[in-house]
């Protein structure tokens, strides 16, 4: 049961009324937010990710997370959905209720700043208030997370040292890392669709990195396997700090830290109705997992499963999803951007170029199914709107981001 604040009528007025004013702001609000609280506190730079910082895409998730609660301010109750996906990725990253005022007390100072005399003492006090029962929520439904985490059996807190056991190359850019726990203790189960997170001491880095990556393989096995997409450098952008270091520097023997299984992109095992898997590029890891623990769990629910990829070489997991589709009720379907010759002679080749609703609606036997997806943003839009235009109801539509989550339905 989460117990919510009940707030005085005229600080809910003020927070609602004022509302605008702040999403007018929101992105110069966050990011002034973040420069005083990186340079009041620079430890919080071993757990933010940088990339996302430089890119502005945290500043826009937490952003429109505060605003959001803030609307629903008297309701709080309402946004616990929304709570509790948060609430993962803080309970994977080690989140602490400590650490909320900390996030309040410059949240409110960058308001200031950048509204001036707009914000008056009333309106800071009322803010104040109204963040102080957002984060009480939060801390209360990560509790619960993280007693969850721990209570399972082979279950911990916070981080723990696994040993890589096996390192397999799936394809010109992915690779797999299998991972055992030092302490030889159980690890607990997850459900196919969760994630971990990694973090690392990377030498002459200056803080630890976090990221997080979803298991890829059934749960039950004894290890737990990611498989990280290499993020090269490019004229625009530099390489990728943690999916370099892990292709180029861990190795077999190697000791990095996990948190415990994570998230809410689950697939449920208690349905009986087919199944359809997308995946784009290195997003295929969730829904393998699912499918392995379909394969195992419910070997005759029909499933369907769509691989987008540039190509063969960059395509992972060719040889699994192969022996999954030897049985009857398993159909796997590839669409490649720009295939090879030998790419379109794949006994599975099914379209050339980006995915669309008109191919969908000939390789997917019926829409009355469960459709679970994962890719690059831009693949996730194409998704969702061609579902939405086929009439696949919201409650059927599951999906992940590989970064903080956004809207699929805006541009
Ligand atoms: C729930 C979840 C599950 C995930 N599962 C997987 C998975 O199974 N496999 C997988 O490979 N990944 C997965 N990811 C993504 C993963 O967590 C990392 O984000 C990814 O590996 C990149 O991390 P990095 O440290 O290599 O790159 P970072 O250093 O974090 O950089 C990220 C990107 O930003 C670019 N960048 C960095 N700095 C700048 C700058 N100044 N200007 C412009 N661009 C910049 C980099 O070039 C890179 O492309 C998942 C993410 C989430 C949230
Ligand atoms: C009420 C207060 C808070 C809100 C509304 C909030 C909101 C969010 C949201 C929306 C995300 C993105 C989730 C996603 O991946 O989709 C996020 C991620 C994150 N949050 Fe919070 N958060 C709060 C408090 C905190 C606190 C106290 C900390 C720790 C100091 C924290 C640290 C992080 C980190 C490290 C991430 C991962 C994002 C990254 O590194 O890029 N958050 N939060």
Not at 317 to 326: G, I, Q, T
Request: proline letters at 6%.
């Amino acid at each position: 049961m989460t117990t919510i604040t009940t707030l005085h009528p005229k600080t809910i007025e003020i927070v609602k009324s004022t509302v605008p004013v702040l999403e007018k702001h929101g992105e110069q609000i966050t990011k002034r937010f973040y420069e005083l609280m990186f340079s009041n506190h620079p430890e919080l730079l071993n757990v933010f990710n940088h990339a996302n910082q430089k890119q502005g895409r945290q500043q826009r998730a937490l952003a429109a997370a505060v605003y959001a609660a803030a609307r629903y301010i008297d309701q709080l109750d309402a946004i616990l959905p929304v709570v509790r996906q948060i609430g993962h990725k803080h309970r994977s990253l080690g989140i602490q209720p400590e650490q909320y005022p900390i996030v309040g007390k410059h949240l409110l100072l960058a308001i200031k700043d950048v509204l001036g005399d707009a914000a008056t003492d009333e309106v800071i006090a009322a803010w104040a208030e109204a963040y102080e029962a957002i984060a009480a929520v939060f801390i209360q439904v990560e509790k619960e997370l993280y007693e969850e985490a721990a209570a399972k059996h082979g279950g911990w807190r916070g981080f723990r040292r696994f040993v890589v056991t096996k390192k397999v190359k799936e394809s010109d850019i992915i690779t797999s890392f299998y991972f055992e726990p030092e302490d030889g203790d159980a690890i607990s189960d997850y459900l196919p669709g969760q994630y971990v997170s990694v973090k690392l001491d990377i030498p002459g880095e200056t803080y630890t990195h976090i990221r997080q990556y979803s298991l890829s393989d059934a749960p039950g096995k004894g290890y737990y396997r990611i498989s990280v997409k290499r993020e090269a450098a490019t004229a625009e952008k530099p390489a990728g700090i943690v999916s370099n270091y892990l292709h180029d520097h861990i190795h077999e023997g190697d000791v990095v830290e996990l948190s415990a299984p994570a998230g809410d992109f689950t697939l449920d095992l208690t349905h009986e109705t087919p199944v359809v898997l997308i995946s784009g590029g290195v997003g295929v890891t969730p829904l393998l997992s699912m499918a392995n623990t379909l394969a195992i769990r419910q070997p005759n629910r029909p499933v369907t499963f769509l691989q987008a990829a540039l190509n063969g070489r960059v395509q992972a997991f060719d040889e699994e999803l192969r022996a999954l589709a030897k049985r009857p009720s398993f159909a796997y379907h590839l669409c490649y951007e720009s295939p090879s010759e030998d790419d379109r002679r794949h006994p599975h080749f099914g379209k050339e170029g980006r995915i669309d609703l008109a191919w969908m609606k000939t390789v997917i036997p019926t829409r009355d199914a469960d459709f679970y997806f994962c890719g690059p943003v831009p693949f996730m839009k194409t998704v969702y709107r061609a579902l939405a235009e086929w009439g696949v109801p919201e409650e059927r539509i599951h999906y992940e981001f590989f970064g903080p989550a956004g809207d699929l339905t805006k541009d």
